[in-house]
Protein backbone atom coordinates (compact mmCIF):
# COMPACT_ATOMS: atom_id res chain seq x y z
CA UNK A 1 0.00 0.00 0.00
CA UNK A 2 2.97 2.30 1.22
CA UNK A 3 4.77 1.24 -1.72
CA UNK A 4 2.07 1.87 -4.47
CA UNK A 5 1.45 5.49 -2.88
CA UNK A 6 4.77 6.22 -3.13
CA UNK A 7 5.14 4.90 -6.78
CA UNK A 8 2.07 7.59 -7.35
CA UNK A 9 3.80 10.19 -5.78
CA UNK A 10 6.99 9.89 -8.20
CA UNK A 11 4.84 10.02 -10.99
CA UNK A 12 2.76 12.55 -9.80
CA UNK A 13 6.20 14.85 -9.27
CA UNK A 14 7.95 13.40 -12.27
CA UNK A 15 5.09 14.35 -14.68
CA UNK A 16 4.96 17.79 -12.86
CA UNK A 17 8.11 18.46 -13.52
CA UNK A 18 7.69 17.70 -16.99
CA UNK A 19 5.24 19.83 -17.35
CA UNK A 20 6.72 22.71 -15.92
CA UNK A 21 10.26 22.21 -18.03
CA UNK A 22 7.87 22.61 -20.41
CA UNK A 23 5.72 25.27 -20.14
CA UNK A 24 9.26 27.06 -19.32
CA UNK A 25 10.55 26.31 -23.02
CA UNK A 26 9.91 29.38 -25.19
CA UNK A 27 10.39 28.75 -28.67
CA UNK A 28 12.12 31.98 -31.04
CA UNK A 29 9.85 33.23 -33.32
CA UNK A 30 9.62 31.95 -37.46
CA UNK A 31 10.40 34.36 -40.55
CA UNK A 32 7.19 32.74 -41.75
CA UNK A 33 5.02 33.40 -39.48
CA UNK A 34 6.38 37.21 -39.60
CA UNK A 35 5.56 37.45 -43.57
CA UNK A 36 2.17 39.12 -44.14
CA UNK A 37 -0.42 37.25 -46.25
CA UNK A 38 -2.50 40.13 -47.65
CA UNK A 39 -0.89 43.30 -49.00
CA UNK A 40 -2.64 46.79 -49.39
CA UNK A 41 -0.03 48.07 -51.93
CA UNK A 42 -0.52 51.62 -53.50
CA UNK A 43 2.55 51.70 -56.05
CA UNK A 44 5.43 49.22 -57.01
CA UNK A 45 8.58 51.07 -56.78
CA UNK A 46 10.71 50.10 -59.89
CA UNK A 47 13.78 50.41 -57.68
CA UNK A 48 15.76 48.25 -55.78
CA UNK A 49 16.26 47.99 -51.69
CA UNK A 50 19.19 47.26 -49.11
CA UNK A 51 17.87 46.09 -46.23
CA UNK A 52 19.46 46.87 -41.94
CA UNK A 53 17.16 45.42 -39.04
CA UNK A 54 18.26 45.74 -35.82
CA UNK A 55 16.80 45.52 -32.25
CA UNK A 56 16.26 42.10 -32.29
CA UNK A 57 17.89 39.45 -29.98
CA UNK A 58 17.61 35.96 -29.85
CA UNK A 59 15.34 33.82 -27.24
CA UNK A 60 16.83 32.58 -23.89
CA UNK A 61 14.96 28.91 -23.03
CA UNK A 62 13.40 30.75 -20.01
CA UNK A 63 12.32 33.87 -22.05
CA UNK A 64 9.36 35.17 -23.65
CA UNK A 65 9.55 34.41 -27.77
CA UNK A 66 12.09 37.08 -29.12
CA UNK A 67 12.21 38.44 -32.71
CA UNK A 68 16.00 38.14 -33.94
CA UNK A 69 17.55 40.67 -37.01
CA UNK A 70 18.10 38.04 -39.13
CA UNK A 71 14.59 36.59 -39.15
CA UNK A 72 12.50 40.01 -39.47
CA UNK A 73 15.06 41.12 -42.12
CA UNK A 74 14.27 37.21 -43.99
CA UNK A 75 10.55 38.11 -43.60
CA UNK A 76 10.93 41.87 -44.78
CA UNK A 77 12.73 40.75 -47.50
CA UNK A 78 10.18 38.18 -48.85
CA UNK A 79 6.82 40.28 -48.01
CA UNK A 80 8.91 43.14 -50.22
CA UNK A 81 9.23 40.54 -52.94
CA UNK A 82 6.02 38.72 -52.48
CA UNK A 83 4.13 42.70 -52.47
CA UNK A 84 6.48 44.14 -54.95
CA UNK A 85 6.48 47.36 -53.05
CA UNK A 86 10.21 47.45 -54.57
CA UNK A 87 11.72 45.38 -57.95
CA UNK A 88 14.24 43.33 -55.68
CA UNK A 89 15.98 42.97 -52.47
CA UNK A 90 19.78 43.58 -52.65
CA UNK A 91 21.37 42.06 -50.09
CA UNK A 92 24.18 44.12 -48.45
CA UNK A 93 24.82 47.49 -49.88
CA UNK A 94 24.12 48.14 -53.67
CA UNK A 95 20.51 48.81 -53.70
CA UNK A 96 19.21 52.11 -55.16
CA UNK A 97 17.57 52.67 -51.16
CA UNK A 98 18.62 52.01 -47.74
CA UNK A 99 15.65 50.89 -45.73
CA UNK A 100 16.54 50.44 -41.65
CA UNK A 101 13.95 49.23 -38.81
CA UNK A 102 14.92 49.32 -35.52
CA UNK A 103 12.51 47.19 -33.36
CA UNK A 104 12.63 49.58 -30.10
CA UNK A 105 9.58 48.41 -27.96
CA UNK A 106 8.01 44.89 -27.33
CA UNK A 107 5.43 44.03 -25.04
CA UNK A 108 4.69 41.00 -24.03
CA UNK A 109 2.23 39.63 -21.19
CA UNK A 110 3.10 37.05 -18.73
CA UNK A 111 -0.66 35.13 -18.16
CA UNK A 112 -3.97 35.20 -19.41
CA UNK A 113 -6.14 33.01 -21.84
CA UNK A 114 -5.36 35.99 -24.45
CA UNK A 115 -2.19 37.14 -25.29
CA UNK A 116 -1.97 41.04 -27.26
CA UNK A 117 1.81 41.71 -27.74
CA UNK A 118 2.40 45.17 -28.61
CA UNK A 119 5.61 46.26 -30.70
CA UNK A 120 6.71 49.55 -32.37
CA UNK A 121 9.73 50.30 -35.06
CA UNK A 122 11.25 53.18 -36.56
CA UNK A 123 11.52 52.97 -40.21
CA UNK A 124 13.66 54.91 -42.09
CA UNK A 125 14.06 55.05 -45.95
CA UNK A 126 17.13 56.64 -47.37
CA UNK A 127 18.00 57.32 -50.52
CA UNK A 128 21.43 55.12 -51.01
CA UNK A 129 23.58 57.89 -53.41
CA UNK A 130 23.28 61.16 -50.76
CA UNK A 131 22.19 59.30 -47.91
CA UNK A 132 18.81 61.28 -47.33
CA UNK A 133 15.98 60.07 -45.67
CA UNK A 134 13.27 59.90 -47.86
CA UNK A 135 10.75 59.11 -45.12
CA UNK A 136 10.76 58.26 -41.42
CA UNK A 137 8.48 57.13 -39.19
CA UNK A 138 7.54 54.57 -36.19
CA UNK A 139 5.38 52.25 -36.63
CA UNK A 140 3.24 50.56 -33.83
CA UNK A 141 1.26 47.17 -34.73
CA UNK A 142 -0.29 44.94 -31.94
CA UNK A 143 -1.65 41.22 -32.42
CA UNK A 144 -3.73 38.69 -30.19
CA UNK A 145 -3.92 35.16 -29.84
CA UNK A 146 -6.68 33.18 -27.86
CA UNK A 147 -6.67 29.62 -26.91
CA UNK A 148 -8.53 29.01 -29.96
CA UNK A 149 -4.77 29.61 -31.86
CA UNK A 150 -2.89 27.61 -29.73
CA UNK A 151 -3.84 25.78 -26.43
CA UNK A 152 0.40 26.02 -25.17
CA UNK A 153 0.97 29.52 -23.75
CA UNK A 154 4.85 29.92 -25.11
CA UNK A 155 3.34 28.56 -28.64
CA UNK A 156 0.30 31.41 -28.27
CA UNK A 157 2.47 34.36 -27.24
CA UNK A 158 4.76 33.07 -30.14
CA UNK A 159 2.49 33.30 -32.48
CA UNK A 160 0.97 36.13 -30.81
CA UNK A 161 4.93 37.89 -31.13
CA UNK A 162 5.13 36.90 -35.08
CA UNK A 163 1.09 38.47 -35.57
CA UNK A 164 2.14 41.70 -34.44
CA UNK A 165 5.92 41.78 -36.43
CA UNK A 166 3.92 40.48 -39.32
CA UNK A 167 1.06 43.56 -39.02
CA UNK A 168 4.58 45.89 -38.49
CA UNK A 169 6.00 44.58 -42.06
CA UNK A 170 2.15 45.13 -43.69
CA UNK A 171 1.66 48.78 -42.12
CA UNK A 172 5.59 49.81 -43.35
CA UNK A 173 5.13 48.21 -46.98
CA UNK A 174 2.17 50.01 -47.13
CA UNK A 175 3.14 53.49 -45.95
CA UNK A 176 6.12 52.99 -48.71
CA UNK A 177 3.87 52.37 -50.91
CA UNK A 178 2.12 55.78 -51.17
CA UNK A 179 5.54 58.01 -51.44
CA UNK A 180 6.39 59.22 -54.32
CA UNK A 181 10.43 57.77 -55.32
CA UNK B 1 -3.64 10.07 -3.83
CA UNK B 2 -5.72 13.59 -4.80
CA UNK B 3 -3.70 15.23 -1.94
CA UNK B 4 -0.38 13.81 -3.72
CA UNK B 5 -1.41 14.94 -6.57
CA UNK B 6 -2.74 18.10 -5.65
CA UNK B 7 1.05 18.83 -3.94
CA UNK B 8 3.01 18.08 -6.76
CA UNK B 9 0.56 20.67 -8.88
CA UNK B 10 1.41 23.02 -6.16
CA UNK B 11 5.19 22.33 -6.80
CA UNK B 12 4.86 21.84 -10.30
CA UNK B 13 3.18 25.81 -10.35
CA UNK B 14 6.15 27.06 -7.54
CA UNK B 15 8.25 26.04 -10.10
CA UNK B 16 7.13 27.76 -12.92
CA UNK B 17 6.71 30.96 -10.80
CA UNK B 18 10.21 30.64 -9.06
CA UNK B 19 11.63 29.27 -12.40
CA UNK B 20 12.77 33.41 -13.44
CA UNK B 21 14.12 34.28 -10.35
CA UNK B 22 17.57 35.21 -11.69
CA UNK B 23 17.01 36.66 -14.62
CA UNK B 24 18.89 39.55 -15.52
CA UNK B 25 18.92 41.75 -18.45
CA UNK B 26 20.32 44.98 -19.34
CA UNK B 27 20.55 45.99 -22.83
CA UNK B 28 20.40 49.75 -24.83
CA UNK B 29 20.33 50.36 -28.63
CA UNK B 30 20.81 53.31 -30.69
CA UNK B 31 18.66 54.13 -34.19
CA UNK B 32 21.52 54.18 -36.30
CA UNK B 33 21.56 57.69 -38.04
CA UNK B 34 20.20 59.18 -34.91
CA UNK B 35 22.05 61.95 -33.14
CA UNK B 36 21.57 62.13 -29.19
CA UNK B 37 25.03 62.91 -28.46
CA UNK B 38 24.11 66.56 -29.22
CA UNK B 39 21.16 66.90 -27.08
CA UNK B 40 21.20 68.92 -23.97
CA UNK B 41 17.28 69.34 -23.34
CA UNK B 42 14.84 66.53 -22.55
CA UNK B 43 11.38 66.29 -21.59
CA UNK B 44 10.21 62.92 -20.02
CA UNK B 45 6.92 62.48 -20.39
CA UNK B 46 4.64 60.95 -17.65
CA UNK B 47 3.63 57.17 -19.09
CA UNK B 48 -0.49 58.12 -18.14
CA UNK B 49 -0.50 54.23 -16.23
CA UNK B 50 2.12 55.36 -13.90
CA UNK B 51 0.88 56.69 -10.67
CA UNK B 52 4.40 56.19 -8.75
CA UNK B 53 6.47 59.31 -10.45
CA UNK B 54 9.05 57.25 -12.61
CA UNK B 55 9.61 60.60 -14.51
CA UNK B 56 10.94 62.33 -11.89
CA UNK B 57 13.16 59.64 -11.21
CA UNK B 58 14.10 60.02 -14.94
CA UNK B 59 14.62 63.52 -14.77
CA UNK B 60 16.68 63.60 -11.60
CA UNK B 61 18.55 61.17 -12.98
CA UNK B 62 19.34 63.35 -16.17
CA UNK B 63 19.52 66.40 -14.30
CA UNK B 64 22.63 64.35 -12.27
CA UNK B 65 24.23 64.09 -15.59
CA UNK B 66 24.24 67.38 -16.20
CA UNK B 67 21.57 67.89 -18.57
CA UNK B 68 18.47 70.33 -18.19
CA UNK B 69 15.76 68.16 -17.73
CA UNK B 70 11.91 68.59 -17.28
CA UNK B 71 9.25 66.37 -16.62
CA UNK B 72 5.08 66.93 -16.89
CA UNK B 73 2.26 64.95 -18.87
CA UNK B 74 2.63 63.74 -22.08
CA UNK B 75 1.13 65.67 -24.48
CA UNK B 76 1.07 66.38 -28.45
CA UNK B 77 3.07 69.18 -28.09
CA UNK B 78 6.02 68.61 -25.25
CA UNK B 79 7.97 71.56 -24.50
CA UNK B 80 10.97 72.50 -26.44
CA UNK B 81 13.60 69.73 -25.93
CA UNK B 82 16.26 68.23 -27.81
CA UNK B 83 14.69 64.76 -26.68
CA UNK B 84 11.28 63.18 -25.57
CA UNK B 85 11.74 60.79 -23.21
CA UNK B 86 8.67 58.39 -22.85
CA UNK B 87 8.77 55.22 -20.59
CA UNK B 88 7.14 51.55 -19.86
CA UNK B 89 7.68 50.19 -15.95
CA UNK B 90 6.49 47.08 -15.39
CA UNK B 91 5.85 45.77 -11.62
CA UNK B 92 5.72 41.84 -10.03
CA UNK B 93 4.95 41.53 -6.13
CA UNK B 94 6.86 39.03 -4.21
CA UNK B 95 6.60 39.71 -0.70
CA UNK B 96 6.65 43.05 -2.15
CA UNK B 97 6.16 44.87 -5.04
CA UNK B 98 9.71 45.87 -6.99
CA UNK B 99 10.33 47.04 -10.24
CA UNK B 100 10.51 43.96 -12.57
CA UNK B 101 11.04 45.72 -16.15
CA UNK B 102 11.54 49.15 -17.21
CA UNK B 103 12.06 50.45 -20.69
CA UNK B 104 13.19 54.24 -21.68
CA UNK B 105 12.85 55.32 -25.29
CA UNK B 106 14.69 58.73 -26.34
CA UNK B 107 12.13 60.69 -28.99
CA UNK B 108 12.56 63.04 -31.76
CA UNK B 109 10.42 65.75 -30.15
CA UNK B 110 9.05 66.51 -33.78
CA UNK B 111 7.73 62.61 -35.21
CA UNK B 112 8.32 60.86 -31.97
CA UNK B 113 10.28 58.74 -33.94
CA UNK B 114 12.36 56.21 -31.65
CA UNK B 115 16.14 57.33 -31.37
CA UNK B 116 17.48 55.04 -28.60
CA UNK B 117 16.17 52.17 -26.44
CA UNK B 118 17.34 51.34 -22.78
CA UNK B 119 15.98 47.90 -21.32
CA UNK B 120 16.22 46.36 -17.98
CA UNK B 121 14.52 43.61 -16.42
CA UNK B 122 15.86 42.09 -13.04
CA UNK B 123 13.87 39.55 -11.30
CA UNK B 124 13.10 39.08 -7.80
CA UNK B 125 16.08 37.65 -6.17
CA UNK B 126 18.29 40.12 -8.38
CA UNK B 127 15.94 43.33 -7.88
CA UNK B 128 17.13 47.11 -8.26
CA UNK B 129 15.13 50.19 -6.47
CA UNK B 130 13.46 52.22 -8.74
CA UNK B 131 16.11 54.29 -8.76
CA UNK B 132 18.26 51.99 -9.62
CA UNK B 133 16.83 50.99 -12.43
CA UNK B 134 16.42 54.32 -13.88
CA UNK B 135 20.40 54.43 -13.22
CA UNK B 136 20.99 51.43 -14.99
CA UNK B 137 19.04 51.78 -18.04
CA UNK B 138 20.30 55.85 -18.79
CA UNK B 139 23.79 54.47 -17.93
CA UNK B 140 23.57 51.83 -20.85
CA UNK B 141 21.92 54.17 -23.21
CA UNK B 142 24.47 57.16 -22.65
CA UNK B 143 27.51 54.30 -22.94
CA UNK B 144 26.28 53.12 -26.20
CA UNK B 145 25.51 56.73 -27.76
CA UNK B 146 29.23 57.03 -26.38
CA UNK B 147 30.23 54.05 -28.28
CA UNK B 148 28.50 55.04 -31.60
CA UNK B 149 29.31 58.12 -31.23
CA UNK B 150 25.98 59.56 -32.07
Known amino acids: MIIARSALSMRSIVLAGAIALLAGCATPTTYEGMVPTAFDIAKRHARSVSLAV ?16 AAFTQALAEAIAKSQTFSRVVQ ?53 ATT ?24 GLTRISRLDL | MWRTSAVAVLACGSLLVNSGCAINR ?8 ADIAAARTFYVAQT ?7 EKLIRDNLVKRGYKANAGPATANPPAADVVVTYVDRWMWDITMYMLE ?6 NPTNSFPMAVGNSYHTSLSRLSPEQMVDEVLGNIFNKVKETGK
Open chain 2, 26 to 33: ATASVTPG
Open chain 2, 102 to 107: LTVTFR
Open chain 1, 54 to 69: SGGRETDAMDKPQITD
Open chain 1, 92 to 144: GAGGDYLLTVAMTGMEQPSFGFSFTVKMEAGWTLRRASTGAVVWQQAIFSEHT
Open chain 1, 148 to 171: SDAFAAVTRLRLATEGAARNNIAQ
Open chain 2, 48 to 54: PEDERGI
